[in-house]
């Protein structure tokens, strides 16, 4: 028996990286998975393991809008969508400090206002987990300037979420993962002047001598998930191989 069985899970950014090992894990927990990417090619790769997968840029409340009428019953929201933008605050520019706050904290915001209804209205309520970061509120990293500050307001918009709607029944709770080896990271890596020696400046951070994976963290996210998290909501869980130590 799936710890998701009946379940329907609705997530987003599930083409690659953390979001697409949450995909498979809550399918292969028997859940009914809606996943939601702007890349479609990658995310058909999803289909084959019994994902529905739809295009959906969740910076776009008229998609989100569209998206959630074609969603009936939702049991589980994952908003997984997040960019890191590289710099300090001189290096980054107004229009950069608005995108990184439009995807990464407003999707969340948009995804929840046309989800949370229909989870109230089922009157079996739900569970969401937003993905924040350890480089938020609990820690800072050099050159994640806008990037700390959306990750910080992630886990405000979780708190202000969780004390809203408990007499719900909706749970709300967020991840601060630590550095995961996903593809945007292997991205931000070869876009740096020595890839090997930023490789080696993301490693020497971390306690454990090593990067997180992704399917460690789908390990949480499944428990925030399932009802075996029933009477945890509000909390942020950091999972970051002791990064933050
Ligand atoms: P990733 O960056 O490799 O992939 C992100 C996915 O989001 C891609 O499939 C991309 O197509 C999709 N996406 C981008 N813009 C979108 C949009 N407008 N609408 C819908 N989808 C969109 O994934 P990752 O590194 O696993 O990161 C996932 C989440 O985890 C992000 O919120 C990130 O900030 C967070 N996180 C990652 C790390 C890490 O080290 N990788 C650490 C802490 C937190």
Not at 80 to 105: A, I, P, Q, R
Not at 156 to 183: E, Q
Not at 210 to 221: T, W, Y
Request: charged letters at 25%.
């Amino acid at each position: 028996m799936g710890r998701l069985n009946g379940k329907v899970v609705v997530l987003t950014a599930a083409a690659q990286g953390i979001g697409r090992a949450c995909a498979l894990a809550f399918a292969r927990e028997g859940a009914r998975v809606i996943a939601a990417d702007i890349n479609l090619d990658k995310l058909k790769e999803l289909e084959k393991e019994g994902v529905e997968v739809h295009y959906l840029d969740v910076t776009s409340t008229k998609e989100v809008e569209d998206f959630a009428k074609k969603v009936g019953k939702i049991d589980v929201l994952f908003n997984c969508t997040g960019y890191t933008f590289h710099g300090t605050l001189l290096e980054t520019s107004e229009k950069d400090w608005d995108f990184s706050f439009d995807l990464n904290v407003k999707s969340m915001y948009r995804m929840c206002k046309e989800f949370i209804p229909k989870m109230r209205q089922q009157a079996c309520g739900g569970s969401i987990v937003n993905v924040a970061s350890v480089v938020s509120s609990i820690m800072a990293a050099p050159n994640r300037c806008v990037y700390g500050a959306t990750k910080a307001a992630v886990i405000g918009l979780t708190k202000a979420l969780a004390v809203d709607y408990v007499k719900d029944g909706i749970r709300v709770n967020c991840i601060c993962p630590g550095t995961v080896d996903t593809p945007s990271l292997r991205d931000r890596l070869n876009a740096r002047p020595d890839p090997q020696k930023a490789y080696e400046e993301f490693i020497a951070r971390q306690k454990m001598g090593r990067l997180g994976k992704a399917d460690e963290i789908a390990h949480l996210v499944v428990y925030l998930a399932s009802d075996e998290s029933s009477y945890v909501t509000g909390q942020e869980f950091v999972i970051d191989g002791g990064m933050s130590l």
